[in-house]
C-alpha cells in the first residue's frame, strides 16, 4: 500500500498532488480569496485572511484521523495550483466523497481531471475504498464534465444548503463504484505513484 503522506504524480508530469502541507499555505490563500472559488465550493467569499492555514491545520489533523486526504494539487516545480481530496473516509463501508478545485488562473488545462482521476486511483488503490461519491451544483458546467469524464453516474438531484448561501441551491449527487472505476481505467495503478 503506497504511504498516503507522499506525493503522488501523475505521468506524464503535467501536475503533482503533495500531501497538504502549511507550506502550501500562501499560495492557495491567493487562490482562495477569487470569488469564483467561492461560487463552486463550500469555502466563503470574501476568505479570512488566515483562512487557508486553518484549513490545512484542521486538513493535517484529519488526515491523521484517517477521515480525509487533501493534496495540493502543484505544477511540476511550482506552487500550489488548487486541491484535490477525499472527505468523510469510512472504512467500514469502504466509502468516501471526492471534492477538487482549481485557481481561475488554470481553468481550461485539464487539471482537476487529472487530479481527481489521480485521488480517485489513491482513493480506490491506497485506502481500498469501494465506493467514492461526489456532489456538483447543476449550473457548475465544468466540475459536471470532469465527473461525467470519469465515469461518475448520477445518483440524485436535491437542494444543496450551505451556511454561506442565503438560499440551496440546485445540485446532483454522484457516485463512482470500484468495479467501474476499474473498469474503465485499466492503468489506474499505473496512473498514479508515491514520489520516492
Known amino acids: 500500500m503506497a504511504n498516503p ?33 467561492a461560487a463552486t465550493t463550500p469555502f466563503p467569499h470574501p476568505y479570512p485572511p488566515d483562512g487557508a492555514e486553518q484549513y490545512v491545520a484542521e486538513s493535517t489533523s484529519l488526515r491523521a484521523a484517517g477521515t480525509k486526504y487533501v493534496f495540493a494539487v502543484c505544477e511540476p516545480g511550482g506552487d500550489p495550483i488548487g ?8 472504512p467500514i463501508n469502504g466509502e468516501g466523497e471526492l471534492g477538487y478545485w482549481i485557481g481561475r488562473p488554470h481553468w481550461g488545462r485539464g487539471h482537476a481531471t487529472r487530479a481527481a482521476e489521480a485521488t480517485l486511483a489513491f482513493a480506490f488503490g491506497s485506502l481500498n475504498l469501494q465506493r467514492i461519491h461526489a456532489v456538483c451544483l447543476e449550473a457548475n458546467g465544468g466540475s459536471l464534465r470532469v465527473l461525467a469524464k470519469l465515469g461518475f453516474v448520477e ?10 448561501w442565503p438560499e440551496p441551491r440546485p445540485s446532483i449527487g ?23
Open 5 to 37: 503522506r507522499h506525493p503522488l504524480v501523475v505521468p506524464p508530469a503535467v501536475i503533482r498532488l503533495e500531501p497538504l502541507d502549511p507550506v502550501h499555505s500562501r499560495a492557495l490563500q491567493l487562490l482562495l480569496e477569487d470569488p469564483a472559488i
Open 83 to 90: 486541491m484535490s481530496l477525499i472527505k468523510d473516509v469510512d
Open 155 to 164: 445518483s440524485r438531484r436535491f437542494l444543496q444548503a450551505l451556511p454561506k
Open 174 to 196: 454522484f457516485v463512482l463504484s470500484r468495479e467501474e472505476w476499474s473498469a474503465q481505467h485499466t492503468r489506474s495503478a499505473d496512473m498514479v505513484r508515491p514520489c520516492t
